[in-house]
């Protein structure tokens, strides 16, 4: 089996691997990289693939997807929670590349978007599908609900993560390791380690309640995929007036349409009848003066946030809470080493208190190496990562370890 990374071996973002068996080629993952104000971009060319295979819905492992269609008319294969989310994702990216003039870089309109709903085929854990003399087994990945990693079976077993989260979250359980020859492993937070989950909750919880109890609103920016709905049911057990406003509305609607996919339905449902969602411009203004504001864009790149920080900018009683990433160059980022965001209309400062939480849906690295020794592979493969090599360091002696380079052949 022939293996080439066409991008996101050795960054976050852009993620693409080729696999050729037998003559034919398929695909897992075909993502986006999309950095504030810069054109998207891509992984590398593809030849002709039969199927593209989708861990799950979040843009650097989805986002390109529509072109490999247009380009090759190849299947799709992902579950059906995943295809719903990635779907919404395909038209807002459409939509954001439009209003920044990238249209053209981003290179599919609305009706690819509708061929990769015709080439869809459902694919969920649990199956085993034949595809390019391989049978390919699905099997769930935690990260986010709909997470699956790929199991590929031919002369030899390789286990392909996506993106995994091995501890239990409020919204999934934790992955459990596989046995196999290969391991093709993301490597995200190699390195570092993450707070204990349970303390890291209560002391949101905490701020969130000084913050309300002082009068002021505590706004919490999230990603629209997962992060939203985890603090909402962080948070959902709180008094107070709260609400949703972005586009993890949607979300919440498709996670509740596919009940299975989330550890616990119940709470979600009860989570989401705590929270009153943003739909019209008068709910926005109701918004502003309740007390807790799960909002997208996480990064503060965009999205109903900046409103709320607009609103709130001069009241020191108020708080922005982060709960996600923020990338160099984001709104988020400039927030937290300069005290203000960019906005279309101008810059401001933000005088709200400033606070961060560690709520990741990946591994972290001892998480990484617990996995990786129940899998009890030969190789492993580190991927989806800028730090690959702290994780390589404690892995060298007791497996083969490989880093390959975007664009390099490696057989398997
Ligand atoms: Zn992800
Ligand atoms: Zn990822």
């Known amino acids: 089996m022939k293996i080439k990374f066409l991008g996101g071996a050795e960054i976050v973002g852009k993620l693409g691997m080729l696999v050729e068996n037998q003559g034919v080629n398929i695909m897992f993952e075909y993502g986006l990289r999309l950095i504030k104000k810069e054109p998207p971009e891509f992984p590398m060319p593809s030849p002709e693939v039969e199927g593209v295979f989708i861990t799950h819905s979040h843009l650097d492992h989805s986002g390109a997807v529509p072109r490999l269609v247009q380009q090759f008319d190849c299947d799709v294969y992902c579950n059906d929670l995943t295809m719903d989310v990635a779907s919404l994702l395909f038209f807002d990216s459409i939509k954001i590349a439009k209003a920044q003039g990238y249209d053209g870089i981003l290179g599919y309109t609305d009706s690819d978007v509708k061929r990769t709903w015709q080439n869809y085929r459902s694919f969920t854990m649990g199956e085993t599908l034949p595809i390019a003399g391989l049978e390919i087994v699905a099997h769930p990945a935690g990260h986010i609900p709909g997470a699956q990693m790929y199991e590929i079976k031919g002369h030899n077993t390789t286990l392909f993560t996506g993106d995994l989260h091995t501890e239990n979250t409020r919204l999934t359980y934790g992955a459990r390791p596989i046995q196999c020859d290969n391991l093709v492993i993301e490597a995200t937070y190699a390195g570092r380690n993450h707070p204990p989950r349970p303390k890291t909750e209560a002391l949101l919880v905490q701020r969130v309640r000084e913050v309300v109890e002082r009068g002021g609103t505590a706004i919490i920016p999230c990603f629209a995929v997962g992060r939203m709905q985890e603090v909402m049911l962080i948070l959902k057990d709180l008094p107070y007036d709260m609400w949703v406003d972005g586009m993890g509305k949607t979300v919440n609607g498709y996670y509740t349409d596919h009940p299975d996919f989330l550890r616990n339905i119940k709470e979600f449902k009860a989570a989401k009848r705590r929270f009153n969602p943003v739909r019209t411009s008068s709910a926005r203004d109701k918004a502003k003066r309740g007390q807790v504001i799960i909002t997208t864009s996480g990064m503060l790149d965009g999205g109903p946030v900046l409103h709320y920080l607009e609103d709130q900018k001069d009241n ?82 007791d497996y083969e370890v490989l880093m390959p380079m975007s664009g390099e052949d490696f057989e398997l």
Do not use: W
């Open 316 to 397: 020191a009683k108020s708080a922005v809470m982060l709960v996600g990433y923020q990338a160099e160059n984001s709104n988020g980022r400039l927030l937290l080493d300069k005290g203000m965001v960019e906005t279309p209309k101008g810059a401001f400062k933000v005088n709200c208190e400033l606070m961060t939480f560690d709520l990741s849906a990946h591994a972290d690295h001892d998480e990484l190496l617990q996995f990786i020794e129940g899998c009890h592979p030969q190789k492993v493969v580190l991927m989806h990562s800028e730090h690959r090599e702290e994780l390589a360091q404690d892995l060298e002696g």
